[in-house]
């Protein structure tokens, strides 16, 4: 059986207001809750299980979520409607624009717990041999 990632956790302020953050933003639902943590479900299998602690116990991590230029656009729409700083680069020196790095589009962001957030439409590298040719 190949490996694959199933969840991870992902420390929050407050795991109700991560996770609601992230699926009003890119258009998916709330898949669960057991316990303490609130589940978002991605579209390859993974979810990100959301669990408050104190905040001096988050360190802030970076997620990258690929998506269709559709789902790119939608997001952006609302990034930009809700007024959330955003940057084309990590380093935050562009602000208020997007990326066009390896022939996408991206965007960089901060969720309400400090993680870094990406959006791109187009892995780094390019677009694997296989989708290059479905798209032609």
Same mark, same amino acid.
């Given at each position: *059986?190949?490996?694959?990632?199933?969840? @991870?956790?992902?420390?929050?302020?407050? =795991?109700?207001? /991560?996770?609601?953050?992230?699926?009003?933003?890119?258009?998916?639902? +709330?898949?669960?809750?057991?316990?303490?943590?609130?589940?978002?479900?991605?579209? =390859?299998?993974? @979810?990100?299980?959301?669990?408050?602690?104190?905040?001096?116990? +988050?360190?802030?991590?970076? $997620?990258?979520?690929?998506? /269709?230029?559709?789902?790119?656009?939608?997001?952006?729409?609302? !990034?930009?409607?809700?007024? !959330?700083?955003?940057?084309?680069?990590?380093?935050? @020196?562009?602000?208020?624009? !997007?990326?066009?790095?390896?022939?996408?589009?991206?965007?960089?962001? +901060?969720?309400?717990?400090?993680?870094? *957030?990406?959006?791109?439409?187009?892995? $780094?590298?390019?677009?694997?041999? /296989?989708?290059?040719?479905?798209? /032609?």
């Amino acid at each position: *059986m190949p490996v694959e990632l199933n969840h @991870t956790i992902v420390h929050s302020r407050d =795991n109700r207001e /991560s996770a609601e953050f992230l699926t009003e933003l890119l258009g998916l639902e +709330i898949a669960g809750e057991a316990g303490h943590f609130v589940a978002v479900a991605l579209s =390859n299998g993974v @979810t990100l299980d959301f669990a408050t602690v104190p905040a001096d116990k +988050i360190s802030p991590q970076h $997620y990258a979520f690929l998506v /269709s230029e559709e789902e790119f656009d939608a997001a952006y729409a609302r !990034i930009r409607e809700r007024g !959330i700083e955003h940057y084309a680069d990590p380093g935050r @020196t562009q602000p208020n624009a !997007i990326n066009h790095n390896d022939g996408g589009r991206g965007v960089y962001f +901060i969720d309400p717990s400090g993680h870094y *957030m990406e959006l791109l439409t187009v892995p $780094y590298g390019g677009r694997p041999a /296989s989708r290059k040719h479905a798209e /032609s």
